[in-house]
C-alpha cells in the first residue's frame, strides 16, 4: 500500500507542478515540488529509496519535458541517493533539517542542471541564470517550511509503516 501511496502523491505533484505551478512562478520561476518531495522520502527513508524514486520522477519528467532521457534522471537519482545517505545521520524529523537539505540540494541540482547546459553547448546567460537558481532555491525553502510536518506525518502513518518504498 505504500507504494501505492507514494506513487499517488509523486504523481499528483507531477501535475500540480506541471499545470498550476506554472501560473505562480517569481520571475519565471516556479518551485520544484518533486525535488521538494524527492529530498523529504529520501531524508525519511533512506539513500535506496531516495535514489529509486530519484530515478523515477527524473525519468517521467525527461518522458514529457526533456530532449533526452537522462538530463533530469541523473541529477534526481544523485539527490535523491546523497540526501538518503543522511537518514541516520541527522534530526531528520526537524523542519530546519529538512530546510537545510533543500536549500543544499537545490542549489546543487541546479547547478548540475546548468552544468549540463553548458556541456550541450547550449548558449545561456550565467548571471540570469544564477538568479534563476537563488530564486528557485529560495522558492523551495519557502515551501518545505510549511508543508514539511505535513510529509512527516504522512510518513510516519501506520498506512505508510508496513514496509520501505520498493522492496
Do not use: W
Not at 519565471?28 to 518531495?37: A, E, F, R, Y
Not at 542549489?107 to 550565467?126: A, G, Q
Not at 548571471?127 to 508543508?147: A, R, V, W
Amino acid at each position: 500500500m505504500r507504494n501505492i501511496l507514494i506513487f499517488i502523491l509523486f504523481l499528483g505533484a507531477f501535475i500540480v507542478q506541471s499545470t498550476l505551478f506554472r501560473f505562480i512562478g517569481i520571475y519565471g520561476v516556479k518551485p520544484d515540488l518533486m525535488l521538494i518531495l524527492l529530498i523529504s522520502f529520501a531524508l525519511l527513508d533512506g539513500g535506496l529509496e531516495g535514489a529509486i524514486l530519484g530515478l523515477f520522477i527524473g525519468f517521467l519528467q525527461d518522458l514529457f519535458f526533456s530532449p533526452a532521457i537522462g538530463m533530469t534522471m541523473i541529477p534526481y537519482f544523485i539527490i535523491g541517493l546523497f540526501a538518503g545517505y543522511y537518514n541516520n545521520k541527522v534530526f531528520k524529523e526537524k523542519t530546519f533539517t529538512a530546510f537545510i537539505f533543500t536549500f543544499l540540494y537545490s542549489l546543487f541540482f541546479n547547478l548540475i542542471m546548468l552544468f549540463e547546459i553548458f556541456i550541450i553547448n547550449h548558449s545561456v546567460d550565467l548571471k540570469t541564470s544564477i538568479i534563476h537558481i537563488l530564486i528557485g532555491t529560495l522558492y523551495n525553502c519557502l515551501i518545505i517550511l510549511f508543508s514539511y510536518r505535513y510529509i512527516v506525518q504522512l510518513n510516519n502513518k501506520k498506512l505508510m509503516k508496513k514496509n520501505t518504498i520498493f522492496r
